[in-house]
């Protein structure tokens, strides 16, 4: 099987890597490729990074109008695409087809946010700020930019920081999850397809070696970092000593909130696709479900029904709402989680466990589980599970409730369900946390806003996508000028 190529210099290269990690479709063990994978990745990174320098020299100067002309050919070539390169998330992910089609549009929508650059990136003016003085702020290109992206959204999240980054006269690397690296040599088919200098756009392949060597090159200026909060804190901590802008978003522990007047049948239903969606393998599925009050048991018994209702399969397969997770290790490591849930006394109301799909025997599924009554110190509670598992927790004020959200050592989203605008108004103002719904579970923001998160999700300034994306990706220049009017009469 041949080695999965780097995107260097406008070219397919072949890595100075022989060691490979493979590709495999979670749904049935079948390897899809083999990519490069060990120390020799880090001569890839000091190539794609010379050559990322040299394309800069250009770019930076063309005006922001032209620089965005190649990002409205990408959003008609990912449109014409979408159905391929969805096909292909849902092969090395597990997620469904839909699933991946609705990353891919979330993808498009960032294209078409920055395309908007030459207005977001405006200069600000002050004339006469004394008489016959004048100051301004420009924003200027930073220089090399890096994201290095998680397993979950291969298509996606390279797209909350690529469009910004180059529409702002930057240079851009990839480096994709080793798990699923053939989305992004698609969409890096489409961006051959583009009149951009080369070398503008790069993709490198590999772990943690070729991390590294982005994380220490003198010549890479800024890093867009999505993955898990361990590997977070060290990318921000690593990078940002070398000097770097960073970037870092990291893993999650979603509360949500349910209180005793809230719709029943659609709150339940939402938190099911905020459970399941990806299988859980989300940034922002919900986890912990707090039921405030008195249910009369009413909202265990729709979110057991929701939950069972959830067709687990092969993503391709027709009707197929939920995939199997990334690897057998995950599907171990969230099967002991339930088990340990259960050991420190939660009761399965549902469990997903030894989940056989016909066809597809060797696939790391998990259905849809449930643990009810969970150990409010309990390591369920506390631990990201990024799989299928809900956890009820019984509650009996709101108060105790946002208490409980706001001990979580993570900060990426909350939820409240409720028909009270009191109730909504009080935890949306007082929620740690980046992202907030009330009665709607949180999907990625819309691409004009900041992919917020707070504490352990979340290491930096600025986030990914909208006006951050415009700031994170340009430093600003304060200048300040004196033109008297007296050389009038004079030249
Ligand atoms: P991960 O941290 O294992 O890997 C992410 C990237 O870091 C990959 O490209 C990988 O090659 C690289 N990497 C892994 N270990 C490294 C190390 N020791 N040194 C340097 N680089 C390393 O994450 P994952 O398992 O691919 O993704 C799942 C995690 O990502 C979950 O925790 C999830 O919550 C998080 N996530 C967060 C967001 C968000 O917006 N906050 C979005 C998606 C996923």
Redesign the pocket.
Known sequence: MEILKNYINGSWTESREQQTANVVNPANQEVLAKVPYGEKTVFDVASAVSFAVEALKEWRDTPVMKRVQPLYKLKQLLEENIDEIARLITLECGKSFAESKAEMQRAIENVETACGTPMLIQSEFSENVATGIDEFMIRQPVGVCVC??????PGM?PFWFLPYAIACGNSFIV?????VPLTMMKVFELIDQLDLPKGLINLVH???AS??ALLDHPDVKAIS????????R??YQRGAANGKRVQA????KNPVIVMPDADIDMTARIIADSVYGCAG????AASNIITVGDHDGFIKEALAEAAKSKTTGFGLDAGIEMGPV?SPESKIRIENLIAQGVSEGANLLLDGRNAKISGYEAGNFIKPTILENVALDGEVVKT?I?GPVMSLLPMDSIDQAIDFVNNNAYG?MACLFTSSGLNARTFRNRANAGNIGINIGVA?PMAQFP?S?WNN??FGDLHGQGRHGIEFFTQTKVVIERWPKEWLRKF
Request: hydrophobic fraction near 40%; glycine fraction near 14%.
């Open positions: 290095i992206s998680p397993f979950n959204f999240i480096k994709p999850s080793e798990k590999g772990g943690k991390v590294d970092f999505v993955g898990s909060t361990n590997v977070a060290y990318i978003q990291g893993g999650a393998q989300r940034c922002l990334i990201e990024f990426n990625a992919f998160g999700s979340f």
